[in-house]
């Protein structure tokens, strides 16, 4: 097999043709600033209007509660540093989880350094948050509840909707980052008492550099960045018109497929995991077996150095994971695998696996048996794997 096997969906995605063709004319034909006068712009105005109906259709969100950014980043800083902000003669004390994306916890610490408490919830050995935890943390001067949709190193769904009506119950806004849910499980914001949702294009077969951020109407947060009045004065900059058409038609490619996809993702998820659990010994599943996001396969291979693991795997042309790609590079393990009670020494044998909607069987296969010749390679390496093999007989 010479071909490569990108499995490292949950880091970026290869931009669907469609996508791309329907980006294209907003390039070299349609160049029009949406925001003048002239018919000719108009055409760039429409495509932006169509794009935003698309993108809050397939949310059950309106039109005017959609606002188009340049990525989950951004829509995560605006929505915590806006909301701190807005909120601040009400309190500052605002609720998250151990396991978010760094552009969630990076964002708290920086609240936290300009005055604001932050209270990081635990969460269980599958990477849930505990409700009941969750009820204890609120206090009166509580305005944010930043929860992610889904983990993106471990696939664990969280309780969407009954942290929206607790969060509701007690008056207190509810934020999500649904960066790797967004397209690939069904959300409607209505029914899951949503406040506040972040989205990003290039998780989903779209372009890089794009995203939304869905604000409830009467939410009264400001503008993250200054200048003209784009985005109903909330986020200015010149329109990224092709971008924006490429995200809502990634949504609507996303959307049509979504029940399909779900369904061959998952069979191949399970199909894998099971493969692993049985063939290689002391392996272990990370993340929640059933609220696990269709796509997402992480394990733990004890005696094994994540990144030894990736190289050699990249050897065969296989595209993984160890943690989240922004931390690779870097020594730490992973906060989430750290948060779910895993011991430092077996965090750092993490492998993370990202299908995507076309991922074949065979692909499976040739990795499946591939993870297993190496972590058999790697730990006849090791003494202590032998040490280890002797005690547990
Ligand atoms: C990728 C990701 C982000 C960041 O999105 P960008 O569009 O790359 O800025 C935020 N949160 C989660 C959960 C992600 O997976």
């Not at 750290?338 to 499976?364: F, N, V």
Request: with cysteine; charged share 25%; proline share 3%.
């Amino acid at each position: 097999m010479n071909n490569m096997i990108y499995l490292d969906n949950a880091a970026t995605t290869k931009i669907d043709h469609e996508v791309y063709e329907a980006m294209k004319p907003y390039f070299e034909e349609q160049y029009g600033n949406p925001s003048s006068i002239y018919s000719f712009a108009g055409k760039s105005k429409k495509a932006l209007d169509e794009a935003r109906e698309t993108v809050a259709s397939f949310l059950g969100a309106k039109p005017a509660e959609i606002y188009f950014t340049g990525g989950g980043s951004e829509s995560d800083n605006w929505a915590l540093k806006a909301t701190a902000e807005a909120y601040r003669d009400k309190g500052n004390h605002i609720i998250t989880s151990k396991i978010e994306h760094h552009a969630v916890l990076h964002t708290c610490e920086y609240l936290e350094r300009h005055g604001f408490e932050v209270t990081y919830l635990n969460v269980d050995e599958y990477g849930m948050i505990k409700l009941d935890e969750l009820e204890k943390a609120i206090r009166p001067d509580t305005i944010l509840i930043s929860i992610m949709f889904a983990n993106n190193e471990i696939g664990t769904i969280e309780p969407v909707k009954e942290i929206g009506s607790i969060a509701r119950e007690h008056g207190v806004l509810f934020h999500t980052d649904a960066v790797q849910a967004y397209g690939h499980i069904p959300i409607n914001v209505e029914e899951l008492c949503i406040d506040m949702l972040s989205a990003s294009g290039h998780k989903i077969n779209g372009p890089k550099g794009t995203g939304i951020l869905y604000v409830r109407d009467g939410i009264k947060i400001g503008a993250f960045i200054h200048g003209g009045a784009q985005e109903r004065g909330r986020r200015a900059g010149t329109y990224n018109t092709p971008g924006i058409v490429g995200f809502a038609k990634a949504t609507e490619l996303a959307a049509a497929n979504m029940g399909q996809r779900m369904e061959k993702e998952t069979v191949l998820r399970n199909y894998l995991i099971s493969r692993v659990l049985k063939e290689v010994p002391y392996a272990r599943l990370n993340g929640h077996t059933e609220k696990r996001l269709p796509n997402n396969v992480n394990f733990c291979f004890r005696f094994i150095e994540g990144e030894s693991l990736l190289i050699l795997l990249d050897q065969k042309g296989i595209c993984a994971s160890s943690g989240s790609a922004c931390t690779s590079g870097s020594l730490d393990p992973s906060h989430v695998l750290l948060a779910i009670g895993l011991p430092h020494e077996i965090a750092h044998g993490s492998l993370r696996l990202t299908l995507s909607g076309e991922t074949a069987k065979e692909e499976i296969d040739f990795v499946a048996d591939s993870i297993k010749e190496i972590v058999g390679r790697l730990r006849s390496m090791s003494p202590l794997y032998e040490d280890f093999v002797k005690k547990d007989k």
